[in-house]
């Protein structure tokens, strides 16, 4: 018996030696480790946010929709602004209401989100815009056609996917830089 006690302890000695191995090789390289543990995985990014942060995303946001809108108007000449201040209130409501539709549509209805491929958020900011322009605002906004909410959101999806690959790259890219010259201290 105390031969096979003592070969019992020696494995779990040696067991134990190969697990602090495994965590110091695991330390040295934490990338190399989380990408051999989930091989084939794929990130979706539904809502494509500019932050995690609620409030730097909501003001992010808030930003691109008015310079957007404003840009997008003074090019194509889509709608009728009176004041140009309706522009943040444009953006404003639209950063909001925007928010909370994906926000819930996203966690209760993910499925619809991903059947209809993000033709939904289309369709939903086509009714926005439609709202605005015949029930909010009659008379100091209002579509030059009934056809241009259809471009205008169409073009402003686009640009604004543009944009967020575009902002979510460098600041991935200004985060990895930080990030290799606090090493370098």
């Known amino acids: 018996m105390d031969n096979d006690d003592k070969d019992l302890r ?17 330390d040295k390289n934490p990338k190399k480790s989380n990408k051999q543990s989930s091989p084939g995985v794929i990130k979706i990014d539904l809502g494509s946010r500019y932050s995690t942060n609620l409030y730097a995303n909501l003001f992010v946001s808030f930003l691109v929709n008015f310079l957007l809108f404003y840009t997008l108007n003074s090019l194509f000449i889509f709608a009728e602004i009176k004041n140009n201040y309706l522009y943040l209130l444009l953006a404003l409501l639209f950063t909001i209401f ?14 619809l989100v991903i059947y209809s491929s993000g033709l939904i958020f ?12 015949l029930v909010v605002f009659p008379s100091s906004f209002s ?3 009934y056809l241009y909410p259809l471009g205008f959101v169409l073009i402003f999806q686009i640009v ?12 991935k890219l200004i985060s990895q830089k930080i990030v290799k010259n606090k090493q370098r201290r």
Do not use: H
Request: aromatic share 20%; glycine share 0%.
């Open 122 to 133: 289309f369709l939903i900011n086509i009714a926005f815009f439609y709202f605005i322009d």
């Open 160 to 171: 604004r996917i543009f944009f967020k690959v575009f902002y979510n790259s460098m600041v």
């Open 10 to 26: 020696k494995e779990i000695e040696d067991l134990e030696k190969l697990i602090e191995q495994v965590k110091d090789q695991q």
């Open 98 to 111: 925007e928010e909370a539709y994906k926000t819930i549509l996203l966690k209760k209805y993910v499925k």
């Open 143 to 145: 579509f030059s056609n």
